[in-house]
């Protein structure tokens, strides 16, 4: 039987649907059984982006099988409103903020990365590999595709929906909330790990001779032996962290 049901997606959830559907009540026909994760899932939206899910007035569960006639509005996570005595669809979020980025996010880690955030990224991740790390090491997924979102194992995960990576910094700090939790150089850009202050003496020998003239605080990676000062990548850091702080 021919099942007709009106649905209406409510803010940035709009950004997954063509203009004919968005900010507006529309109506669906469907013959399948349907749970209501598939079916907001058919209309491009990853469950990962999902808070709230109401039919006909009353909170759903993913499981919910859609009937005829319902009338099913579908809300992303909510920032001040207080919906407590509703039920939530997304896992509580993650108290320490720590992420997995796709391959097409590399910028972005090393971005994260300066501003002290712990980023784990490579070039090589296969989405099943992602899901699986950020599931085992409690991470959220940062992604520029929404295949990886729509997986069913995925918990925690964010859609990337700019373009330019000082774009998506400032789209993960606001969606985060991580503007007060900057830690500039305190993590190695190329592999994440924490960065440890190193006496100049240590380091002198392998110094350009300019950097020996002007700097005195070396910061050094053990993993990678690699030494970091403030140079030029910390003055584009600050420029960057000033122009969110503005936000
Ligand atoms: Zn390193």
Same mark, same amino acid.
């Given at each position: 039987?021919?099942?007709?049901? *009106?649905?209406?997606?409510? %803010?940035?959830?709009?950004? +997954?649907?063509?203009?004919?559907?968005?900010?507006?009540?529309?109506?669906?026909?469907?013959?399948?059984?349907?749970?209501?994760?598939?079916? *907001?899932?058919?209309?491009? @939206?990853?469950?990962?982006? @999902?808070?709230?899910? /109401?039919?006909?007035?009353?909170? @759903?569960?993913?499981?919910?099988?859609?009937?005829?006639?319902?009338?099913?509005?579908?809300?992303?996570?909510?920032?001040?409103?207080?919906? *407590?005595?509703?039920?939530? /669809?997304?896992?509580?979020?993650?108290?320490?903020?720590? +992420?997995?980025?796709?391959?097409?996010?590399?910028?972005?880690?090393?971005?994260?990365?300066? #501003?002290? +955030?712990?980023?784990?990224?490579?070039?090589?991740?296969?989405?099943? %590999?992602?899901?699986?790390?950020? /599931?085992?090491?409690?991470?959220?997924?940062?992604?520029?595709?929404?295949?990886? #979102?729509?997986?069913?194992?995925?918990?925690?995960?964010? $859609?990337?929906?700019?373009?330019?990576?000082?774009?998506?910094?400032?789209?993960?700090?606001?969606?985060?909330?991580?503007?007060?939790? *900057?830690?500039?150089?305190?993590?190695?850009?190329?592999?994440?790990?924490?960065?440890?202050?190193?006496? =100049?003496?240590?380091?002198?020998?392998?110094?350009?001779?300019?950097?020996?003239?002007?700097?005195?605080?070396?910061?050094?990676?053990?993993?990678?032996?690699?030494?970091? $000062?403030?140079?030029?990548?910390?003055? =584009?850091?600050?420029?960057?962290? %000033?122009?969110?702080?503005?936000?």
């Amino acid at each position: 039987m021919l099942k007709k049901i *009106t649905l209406r997606f409510y %803010e940035e959830l709009n950004d +997954f649907l063509p203009s004919s559907k968005r900010k507006k009540r529309f109506e669906h026909s469907f013959i399948d059984r349907t749970s209501v994760k598939d079916m *907001t899932e058919s209309f491009g @939206v990853p469950h990962t982006e @999902v808070d709230l899910i /109401l039919v006909n007035g009353n909170s @759903v569960d993913f499981s919910y099988l859609v009937n005829d006639g319902d009338d099913i509005s579908v809300y992303p996570m909510f920032e001040s409103l207080d919906i *407590t005595d509703l039920q939530h /669809l997304r896992a509580k979020p993650l108290r320490k903020p720590k +992420f997995i980025l796709d391959v097409h996010l590399g910028t972005l880690a090393k971005y994260m990365r300066m #501003l002290g +955030f712990d980023t784990l990224y490579q070039n090589n991740y296969e989405d099943e %590999e992602i899901v699986k790390i950020s /599931l085992k090491e409690k991470r959220t997924i940062l992604t520029k595709g929404r295949g990886i #979102l729509k997986r069913s194992e995925a918990r925690h995960g964010h $859609w990337i929906r700019s373009s330019t990576t000082m774009d998506q910094l400032i789209e993960v700090i606001k969606r985060f909330d991580l503007k007060e939790q *900057t830690k500039e150089l305190s993590r190695c850009l190329l592999c994440n790990s924490l960065l440890k202050i190193i006496a =100049k003496e240590k380091v002198i020998g392998r110094l350009p001779r300019k950097i020996k003239e002007l700097q005195n605080k070396f910061y050094y990676c053990e993993n990678c032996d690699k030494i970091f $000062w403030k140079g030029s990548h910390y003055t =584009k850091m600050k420029g960057i962290i %000033e122009k969110i702080m503005l936000l």
